[in-house]
């Protein structure tokens, strides 16, 4: 709850910000903040923005939370002050931080991340479902842009961490991909395109036959690889005995399911441009691969137009929902929970 000293603070890193903003906008009349600001005036002001926002957060201040996505570029401006937070971060509680999360996740190849880590760390065992969306938009950016070794660790910890909270969660994002075949086709060929180089000589075949598995494990297939060890996987093996008709009959692909009419239709054409296992991608050309990945995307697009079941793109949801419904008393790590449930004015009941 905020009080009086939350609303001191959150007025004087106003105050100072506003100056600091005018002096970074070159916003100066008759040089005078030139002036304020010269010699190491701008990290003390610097210091004193910092310090009195996580001070406001400390004493629970709305403002304060809305203030701290301005204090990461602060800190990234005047390196000086990242030794003022990781002391102070840590007498905030971690859900005040919910509605910086996106913010805070995209900081993670910045040095103030070090400082950051700890906090990431309490929300990932905490309350994992509030970060994990946030999180893996970043983490599919900086995964490969991340130079620092320590800082790419980090994230790969993180990463770690959140497959094992939350590990419905990746199926549950390769189910909507599924739902969007045409666009996962089309993403595949430009990949292709890329790696497909004119010059055979130059070309990666590792890649390009991992490429080509890629594309039948998501163009060819229904199956959402699962995790053997989660406790739905468990559940539903204990109960087979009693479910084998029902449960199969969701599991299995369907024979309206566009990826198998999909698969009937191309196969052979795909196993002609390609070969079987590949063996024709160091020597076919780039021009006739557009040209017939053309034709088989026009094959694609009449094979979905009439489809509006869900279980013709999917099948992931029935059968995982069905399993979700028979655990519906028993606490599990493995629940999907709706995105934006989270929010920094108030705590968490878990």
């Known amino acids: 709850k905020e009080n009086i000293l939350s609303r001191d603070y959150n007025e004087l890193a106003s105050i100072c910000d506003d100056y ?19 010699g ?9 923005i910092v310090k009195s926002v996580l001070l406001s957060m400390k004493y629970g201040s709305n403002e304060g939370i809305k203030r701290f996505s301005r204090l990461l570029q602060i800190v990234d401006l005047y390196p000086k002050t990242m030794d003022l937070i990781a002391d102070k971060l840590q007498e905030i509680p971690c859900w005040m931080f919910f509605d910086c999360l996106y913010q805070i996740t995209a900081y993670l190849d910045k040095p103030i991340a070090l400082k950051l880590y700890s906090v990431i760390e309490q929300i990932v065992k905490l309350y994992s479902q509030s970060i994990v969306y946030p999180y893996k938009l970043s983490y599919e950016t900086l995964q490969y842009s991340i130079q620092d070794p320590i800082l790419k660790q980090n994230l790969e910890l993180i990463q770690q961490e959140l497959n094992h909270y939350t590990p419905l969660v990746n199926e ?22 890329h790696l497909l180089t004119s010059d055979s000589n130059t070309r990666d075949i590792n890649k390009l036959q991992e490429h080509l598995i890629k594309f039948k494990q998501i163009l060819f297939s229904d199956i959402i690889n699962l995790d053997e060890t989660n406790d739905e996987q468990l559940i539903l093996s204990n109960t087979q005995d009693n479910n084998d008709i029902d449960d199969n009959t969701l599991l299995k692909p369907k024979i309206t399911s566009i990826r198998i009419l999909f698969k009937n239709a191309v196969k052979k054409e795909f196993n002609d441009l390609f070969g079987k296992n590949g063996e024709l991608l160091s020597t076919i050309s780039l021009g006739d691969t557009r040209l017939i990945l053309g034709n088989i995307s026009l094959k694609l697009k009449n094979i979905i137009q009439d489809k509006t079941n869900i279980n013709n793109y999917s099948t992931w949801f029935s059968s ?7 655990i519906l008393d028993k606490s ?4 999907l929970e709706i995105p934006g449930q989270y929010t920094s004015k108030k705590k968490i009941i878990n």
């Open 40 to 48: 190491d005036h701008g990290n003390k002001i610097a210091e004193l």
């Open 172 to 193: 549950f994002i390769e189910a909507l991909n599924q739902l969007n075949s045409q666009q996962q086709f089309d993403t595949w060929s430009k990949e292709l395109f």
């Open 320 to 326: 995982t929902f069905r399993q979700q419904n028979r």
């Open 332 to 335: 599990s790590i493995h629940e």
């Open 20 to 38: 600091l903003r005018r002096f970074e906008n070159n916003e100066d009349e008759n040089n005078l903040l030139t002036n304020l600001f010269n």
